[in-house]
């Protein structure tokens, strides 16, 4: 099977319909013959584009295509934490995905510092890398799905090393939900039929919340009769 741009289309679609402040575009940067690993390049956000790249080097562990992918857009949307006027440090988000993670469990490294070190003294494993566990985390956030089930077509399988934790989908919603909206508290007048919109320090950010709790762009907004409410 190979990766196509479609495809990529099609998990960003998923992904931000949750998470609104990711690219609007990601593109498949290179296309190989046959299945192999996506990756996020370094950077993988420029000029307000996603890029993706697919390697040929599998990993041992297969799940769904579309839910590797969607691991991809995890990176892209803490790159967008870190880098879209947002200004949350690596630190303060992985501190954060640590404390909802492992914490008062007893299990796992004691800080993403320490995972780090470890790597460090050990050797790189991408299955203990923090940044790692944070993208998979965004899948079964996105997903809202998690399972133990290995195969091809799994939705919400995850492929870091947990350390014995069973990671909960709806509480990785939340803690990623609450990280976006944190640097987003300007808010601006209401255009005709809103309540209220809520705009990034950079101005390129428009998000409304629904009164059911669900994020939505601007242009969505615009385009949808109801009440939002403050973000
Ligand atoms: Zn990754």
């Known amino acids: 099977m190979t990766v196509t741009q479609a495809d990529v289309d099609t998990a960003l679609n998923l992904s931000r319909s949750i998470f609104v402040t990711l690219p609007q575009r990601v593109i498949l940067d290179s296309t190989p013959p046959a299945y192999g690993d996506a990756y996020t390049p370094n950077p993988g956000i420029i000029g307000g584009v996603g890029h993706v790249q697919v390697s040929q080097n ?48 007893g299990w796992g490294p004691d800080s993403w510092q320490v995972a780090i070190a470890e790597l460090n003294r050990t050797g790189y494993q991408w299955n203990n890398d923090p940044g790692e566990l944070w993208a998979d985390m965004f899948l079964i956030a996105v997903r809202g799905i998690y399972t133990t089930v290995q195969s091809p077509t799994s939705v919400g399988y995850v492929k870091v090393n947990m350390y014995g934790v069973t990671p909960n989908p709806a509480a990785m919603r939340k803690l990623m939900l609450d990280l976006m909206h944190e640097k987003s508290p300007v808010v601006y007048p209401s255009p005709p039929g809103q309540t209220m919109v809520a705009k990034s320090e950079d101005d390129t950010l428009l998000v409304y919340q629904t009164t059911d709790d669900k994020l939505i762009t601007r242009d969505a907004a615009l385009n949808t009769l109801g009440t939002y409410k403050r973000v």
Do not use: C, M
């Open 58 to 105: 599998h990993t041992p562990i297969v799940r769904s295509q579309q839910d590797d992918l969607i691991h991809e857009d995890g990176h892209l949307f803490e790159q967008g934490l870190e880098d879209n006027g947002f200004g949350l440090t690596k630190n303060y988000l992985y501190t954060r995905l640590w404390a909802a993670v492992f914490h008062g469990r």
